[in-house]
């Protein structure tokens, strides 16, 4: 008795996009930026760092402490790492998991690994309690843009 194998060559086809499909992820990669923007604009605008001087005591927090405008001003001003992280932490993994969930793929983060260390600089930048010559952060700043390029 004679079997046919089956042939181990895969045809591709050649996945063709909607221009509106292109287009609503386009504005989709820009969009999904703005809580991240939006959240340090505000904290920019409406924390005074003459009110907020008290460390982040970890152990000292209680859940009531999520909704405080408070925790979120002394997480900026004065821990100003850990508030990038935690940023990006909602902003790409949490949101971008969501947006992995409805479209079934997770394409969205690919373009951010260049768009995020721009706005980290950003953020480092206008930072209120930053020191830094103004020279030198347009250079770091003209840097990561050479490099995203």
Not at 15 to 20: A, L, R
Not at 49 to 57: K, L, N, P, V
Not at 76 to 84: A, E, M, R
Not at 98 to 121: A, F, H, R
């Amino acid at each position: 008795m004679h079997q046919t194998v089956p042939s181990l060559l895969v045809h591709r086809t050649t996945m063709q996009q909607s221009p509106v499909l292109n287009a609503v992820n386009a504005v989709l990669v820009v969009a999904v930026a703005l809580p991240a923007v939006l959240a340090t604009r505000a904290l920019i605008q409406h924390c005074d760092i003459a009110e907020h001087t008290e460390r982040i005591d970890p152990s000292a927090l209680e859940l009531s402490d999520l909704w405080s405008k408070d925790l979120y001003c002394r997480l900026y001003l004065l821990h100003p790492i850990s508030y990038v992280n935690v940023v990006f932490f909602f902003n790409v993994c949490v949101l971008f998991w969501l947006i992995s969930l409805v479209q079934k793929s997770t394409w969205l983060i690919d373009p951010y690994w260049t768009i995020i260390p721009p706005l980290i600089n950003l953020c480092y930048m206008y930072h209120p309690l930053t020191q830094a010559d103004e020279h030198r952060q347009l250079i770091s700043f003209a840097l990561v843009m050479v490099w995203m390029c």
